[in-house]
């Protein structure tokens, strides 16, 4: 399991745009300024490490490497 601050500062490391929007949805979303590429992103304290593969993926990122299972 990873944490989600460590996910979200990780994405804004790399320039991501994280859109909270209300605070009643369920998720974020994430979004590539780069490539327009967007991810949901759950609000969870905790996310899988696969599910977070996932969200990098679709935002066409290399998987993440510093973050730990």
Known sequence: MVKRRDVVNDLKKLGMIIDEGKRNNH?????????NLKAPL??????SFFTVKEIYKQLGLDEPRNLTR
Do not use: C, S
């Not at 998720?27 to 490539?35: E, G």
């Open 27 to 35: 998720h974020a979303k994430v979004i590539n300024p780069y490539t």
């Open 42 to 47: 759950a609000r969870h304290r905790e996310l």
